[in-house]
């Protein structure tokens, strides 16, 4: 079955510091993949996603992610975080052009001062 | 920028009424989703639709749900009979068509509080 899964309901990292959020997923074809960012009380923004153009994908705000088809890997990383990256990021994976996406559990970003 | 418009953004029902999340897609936007998350949980998936009709349901979506494009910009999700467990917040979101075109727009959500 297709699932994603994020490694840390709960990170937390200074200010300034690498911010490296987890994504799995599980997949018998190729997938599409996306980050989403939601800031508290808010809907869900896309962040960046992968079509099958480039591995490496730059999105907003200065946050990329590398696909890595051998690891079945998404990973989000920014180089230096900001306090107002502070939100819940969710992985979605989806697989044919109108399909559903199917979301990980989310992983909270906290960033201290 | 075009957005997804949701309303209400709050809705407050006792257990068994009716209630009636309204969305307005992107305008040209030809694939329409219905999410929902329940506090502190994952966004779920709980139906698309496309060319009028519904493309794929989750088991979410039993009977007391449907979905309706009742007049060509609106699109809503009805819930016939509500239970406390539909306390959530439902996201629609619309998707254009295309290669490479996968991103699903999505609105500010609508609250649902069951009473």
């Known amino acids: 079955a297709q699932s994603v899964t994020q490694l840390g309901s709960h990170v937390s990292v200074s200010e300034g510091a690498l911010v490296l959020l987890r994504c799995n997923y599980s997949s018998s074809v190729p997938p599409y993949l996306f980050w989403y960012v939601q800031y508290p009380n808010q809907g869900l923004q896309l962040l960046l996603k992968y079509t099958s153009a480039a591995t490496l994908v730059k999105g907003i705000n200065g946050f990329e992610a590398e696909f890595k088809k051998s690891e079945t890997s998404f990973h989000l990383t920014k180089p230096s975080a900001h306090m107002s990256d502070a939100a819940e990021y969710f992985c979605?994976?989806?697989?044919?052009?109108?399909?559903?996406?199917?979301f990980g559990q989310g992983t909270e970003l906290s960033v201290k001062p | 920028e075009p957005e997804v418009t949701q309303t209400p953004s709050h809705q407050v029902t006792q257990m068994g009424q009716e209630v009636i999340l309204r969305c307005v897609p992107i305008s040209n936007h030809l694939y329409f989703y219905w999410y929902r998350q329940i506090l502190g949980q994952k966004v779920e998936f709980l139906v698309s639709?496309?060319?009028?009709?519904?493309?794929?349901k989750s088991e979410i979506f039993d009977d007391q749900f449907s979905v309706e494009r009742p007049d060509g910009s609106n699109f809503t999700l009805k819930i016939r009979s509500t239970k406390l467990e539909d306390s959530a917040m439902y996201f629609c979101a619309s998707k254009t068509l295309g290669q490479g075109a996968n991103e699903q727009f999505f609105g500010p959500g609508t609250r649902l509080t069951v009473l």
């Open positions: 979605a994976v989806t697989f044919n052009q109108g399909g559903k996406l199917i």
């Open positions: 639709f496309y060319n009028n009709e519904i493309s794929e």
